[in-house]
């Protein structure tokens, strides 16, 4: 059935329209017109003058609602995962699996299969950050599952029924060749937990690296004679980099130097939520270790930062009152630049006739009122 939704302010990824409806059926939005304009044939949703605006897309979610993806990989999971991110206006993510064993990876591979064959709303793929990571920039990571990259994983990465598979490395700790084969059989690599040098870098961007994971975190910092791998990451035209704006894991004023450099378009929010997000508890286990949030931040007992806190729809007001971004923009590094380093952005990420129906509603204050996964609306 079509749902007609009236009396809203419209983000279309472009721009925001005031007095236009929007048509949803089948899942996807059908027109976009003028009030009033548009024939009634189904339900009509007034939307009490809020800002409707295209779902957000995060691409590192290691938990949410009280769940681990490591600790349950597996459907219930996901399902948990993504419910509880819904409701900060995620209507797409991608279940990231930390540093684990084999057989936690294939499980976790297996319970996406499942999920997507089950139809579950908002999953979107996999992401694989580690194990083939450099250890002197493990952060949080179990330095005994970090080990080197073989033909199974290989395999397991390139598999055509996951949805859209991201895998985070260290470029330095790979062979020559290994993101050129992942690239071409369509795996998304980004680049984190790495000391890379600048000329590292530069050979795995040309072998086709698309990404850099939580930008300055775990990687060394912009150095005056080594630019290194955050250097590469702002001088480069053409990848996206990935950032956690809680303003706990990189300062604000950092951002705001790195978005100046970068420019529009290549720099996306993503959350790295951890499983108090959702349910407001004090503390989580990881790899055998307690991790406690403090003052809206995960951190081990060694003061080590361990994912976030963080939820989507308080990413994009902290880049619009900490960045100091305008407000289509961080929109924007919410969803349709995750959407175009996920290779999504010809269906998600914008609102106009054709693309998903993924929607969010905000009110004043960028709180998530309402969601749409596929056109099927939740109230939040």
Not at 47 to 57: E, Q, S, T
Not at 172 to 199: D, F, K, N, Y
Not at 310 to 339: C, F, G, H, I
Request: charged share 15%; proline share 5%.
């Amino acid at each position: 059935m079509s749902q007609l939704l009236r009396n809203a302010q419209i983000f279309t990824g472009e721009e925001i329209l005031q007095g236009w409806d929007l048509l949803l059926a089948d899942g996807f939005i059908q027109a976009l017109s003028p009030a009033g304009t548009a024939g009634v044939a189904g339900t009509v949703v007034d939307l009490d003058g809020g800002l409707l605006a295209p779902g957000f897309i995060d691409c590192q979610v290691n938990g949410g609602g009280g769940v681990l993806f490591n600790d349950q990989p597996d459907t219930a999971a996901i399902a948990a995962m993504a419910q509880a991110h819904r409701a900060f206006g995620t209507t797409g993510l991608l279940p990231t699996l930390i540093s684990d064993e084999w057989a936690v990876m294939t499980a976790a591979a297996e319970a996406v299969r499942r999920a997507r064959q089950l139809g579950q709303p908002g999953l979107l793929g996999l992401h694989f950050e580690g194990p083939y990571l450099n250890p002197a920039r493990k952060g949080a990571h179990d330095s005994g599952h970090i080990r080197p990259l073989d033909r199974q994983a290989m395999d397991l990465f390139s598999a055509e029924d996951l949805g859209v598979v991201l895998v985070t490395l260290a470029p330095e700790m790979v062979p020559s060749g290994t993101i050129r084969q992942l690239s071409q059989a369509g795996v998304r690599v980004s680049a984190g937990h790495s000391a890379a040098s600048h000329g590292q870098i530069s050979a795995a961007l040309a072998e086709g690296l698309s990404g850099f994971t939580h930008l300055f975190n775990a990687m060394p910092a912009l150095q005056s004679r080594e630019p290194g791998i955050v250097g590469a990451a702002l001088t480069d035209p053409d990848s996206w980099c990935g950032l956690i704006v809680d303003g706990h894991h990189v300062d604000a004023i950092t951002l705001r130097v790195a978005l100046a450099a970068k420019g529009a378009g290549r720099m996306m929010l993503v959350t790295d939520a951890m499983p108090t997000v959702g349910i407001g508890a004090e503390s989580f286990q990881l790899a055998g270790q307690t991790v406690t949030v403090k003052d809206g931040c995960c951190v081990t007992a060694d003061g080590i930062l361990a994912g976030s806190n963080l939820d989507m729809a308080a990413a994009v007001r902290n880049t619009v009152s900490l960045l100091k971004q305008p407000l289509p923009e961080a929109l924007r590094m919410a969803s349709l630049y995750p959407a175009g380093f996920l290779g999504l952005d010809d269906r998600r990420g914008r609102i106009a006739p054709g693309y998903c129906a993924d929607l969010v509603l905000l009110d004043s204050d960028l709180k998530v009122h309402r969601t749409w996964i596929g056109g099927h609306m939740a109230l939040h």
